[in-house]
């Protein structure tokens, strides 16, 4: 949390100095874009890990894991449908936006976040969705994407009280 608050306090302070610091705002933009396209490759080449891990597991364990597996996983994902209704429905009593509009423009997100189970690793996809299709503009997402990306762990939350119970 440290982190994040010294982040946000640069962020305001450049913000509010405006160009005095553009050469300082320039570069941790050349830096940004540097971690996303690092990110873009890694996103690019993680399922081919993910596969090789997935052969090793079932190898070494068999079908005796996916029994076991096959009631976590259902659970898990019972419980990421009810936090997305709740969360959705308030966005949607809050912004009256045509919902089935938004989650269609944000199908790649989903898919890219369910390949990779990584907040972070979808934040160029999320910026470029955000930016394109649902007409953000870019100064409310590069701020609002990576933050939430970062404090908003709901489902890693609830992923982990899942897994406490797996494990008992």
């Known amino acids: 949390m440290q982190m994040i608050f010294f982040t946000v306090l640069v962020g305001v302070a450049l913000v509010s100095l405006g160009e005095k610091v553009a050469g300082v705002t320039k570069i941790f933009d ?29 190898a070494v364990f068999g079908p005796k894991l996916f ?3 096959a009631k976590f996983v ?12 709740f969360f959705s429905g308030i966005v949607w009593l809050y912004t ?3 919902y089935l509009e938004m989650c269609k423009s944000m199908i790649p ?12 690793g979808t934040i160029p996809i999320t910026l470029n969705v955000t930016t394109e299709r649902l007409k953000v503009p ?4 590069s701020f609002s994407i990576p933050l ?4 908003n762990l709901t489902g890693a939350a609830l992923y982990k009280t899942i897994l406490a119970f797996f494990c008992s």
Not at 74 to 85: A, N, S
Not at 148 to 151: E, M, V
Request: with cysteine; glycine share 6%; proline share 1%.
């Open 30 to 58: 050349q830096c940004a874009s540097i971690i996303y396209k690092m990110l873009d490759i890694v996103m690019l080449y993680s399922p081919i890990g993910v596969l090789a891990l997935m052969a090793n597991t079932t």
């Open 67 to 69: 029994g076991v597996l």
């Open 74 to 85: 259902f659970t898990d994902w019972v419980g990421c449908l009810l936090i997305w209704f």
């Open 96 to 98: 009256k936006v045509n």
């Open 109 to 120: 997100i989903w898919v890219n976040t369910i390949a990779t189970n990584s907040s972070a």
């Open 138 to 141: 870019m100064s409310i997402a």
């Open 148 to 151: 939430g990306a970062t404090i």
